[in-house]
């Protein structure tokens, strides 16, 4: 290794180890949880949009457990999972409390197995989290039905249940929740609907409001008029109807998108909203469906992705989780203990003069119950 390598290299370990101790100091060794691990992931070259969905998830405890558990299951071909499994559990059993890990094996594989990520620039966080969820699900799915097939019925048919829809996996037991599309015909009142699965919502933004205002804006009901009109099976021709969207399942974590970047016609591009939507550290969803189970469930906000900067190709991924009692703040090998109200700092801006912000744009809430 060259001289000037080795020097940077000892610079970075020793500035590590002093943000490391200054870390412990802080939150002092008798409130320190047990068993519980602060680690920074290295920067591959623009990966912030992975490290800080990385350390969002490792801190919504449902999934990191399952990822763990999947873990110390029989050793399998690798995968993305594999590789999940292997750096989460890299991190639960590090004898030091805080650190540096390089998520390297990680990176290596989402870059071998999606083209989009296989460069140095800035990626979507919110891609790359809609990728691993969806990634993880086809895995578990696969391997399930490998399981199946390699369990033959004495006869020699294969279980007639590989004919059925895939079984759901752990990954929608904790995010996948169900929207209810609802029409309602403004003729003959006839109301149809169509039920649709989730694993994460995408809400509008608008200046000054908060997240329960964006999730309402999520479900405001919508006229169908003109070339828009419904066809109405029972009165059999286009008619006038409402459209609305309501929340029938609500899941174990909610996954909540702003969408922040917005495509300018006169720009030709993306552009930032760096809006100021509050989002509160308790949440309880009021546009759910008549029928919804658990309609009163009180959701706490246990990790955020936040976006530095005025663009998506550009600018900085951070994470904020709680973990415990208090918050941290993630910035790729960086590990800084905040007080709650600093949230606030990442809510947007008032003003739209200076677009270059951190602002919340993933929001993970977890249900209490």
């Not at 990385?54 to 873990?71: I, M, N, S, T």
């Not at 286009?238 to 996954?255: S, T």
């Amino acid at each position: 290794m060259p001289i000037g390598r080795i020097l940077r290299w000892l610079i970075l370990t020793l500035c590590l180890g002093a943000n490391a101790s200054a870390l412990e100091k802080e939150i002092g060794p008798e409130q320190f949880p047990v068993n519980e691990h602060y680690f920074g992931l290295v920067n591959f070259g623009n990966t912030c949009y992975c490290n800080s969905v990385l350390q969002a998830l490792y801190f919504c405890r449902p999934f990191r457990d399952k990822v763990l558990a999947y873990k110390s299951q029989p050793r399998k071909k690798e995968n993305l999972l594999t590789c999940l499994a292997d750096l989460f559990h890299s991190i639960a059993t590090q004898k030091k409390k805080v650190g540096v890990i390089p998520p390297k094996k990680f990176i290596t594989r989402l870059r071998k197995e999606n083209e989009l990520f296989d460069n140095y620039m800035q990626q979507d966080a919110h891609e790359f989290l809609n990728y691993l969820l969806n990634t993880i699900a086809d895995i578990l799915q696969e391997e399930r039905k490998q399981e199946k097939q390699n369990g033959r019925l004495p006869n020699g048919n294969i279980d007639n249940e590989n004919n059925s829809p895939p079984d759901p996996t752990w990954v929608h037991e904790i995010f996948q929740g169900t929207l209810t599309n609802e029409t309602r015909c403004l003729t003959c009142e006839t109301i149809s609907s169509k039920d649709e699965d989730f694993l994460d919502l995408s809400v509008d933004v608008e200046q000054n409001t908060s997240i329960t205002h964006c999730l309402r804006g999520f479900s405001n009901t919508e006229t169908l008029c003109s070339e828009y009109k419904y066809y109405c099976e029972e009165c059999r021709s286009k008619q006038e109807a409402h459209k609305r969207m309501k929340v029938k399942k609500l899941p174990m974590i909610l996954a909540l998108h702003l969408k922040r970047f917005k495509y300018m016609d006169q720009l030709h591009r993306y552009t930032k909203l760096s809006y100021r939507v509050v989002f509160p550290l308790e949440l309880r969803l009021f546009n759910t469906s008549g029928d919804a189970t658990n309609p009163d469930r009180m959701y706490d906000l246990v990790a955020v992705v936040v976006h530095c900067g005025s663009g998506p190709n550009r600018g900085h991924y951070i994470a904020i989780v709680k973990s415990h009692d208090f918050w941290l703040l993630f910035d790729d090998d960086i590990v800084e203990k905040i007080d709650a109200q600093a949230i606030e700092e990442f809510y947007g801006l008032t003003s739209d003069i200076s677009k270059n912000s951190e602002s919340g744009y993933i929001l993970f809430y977890q249900s209490r119950d």
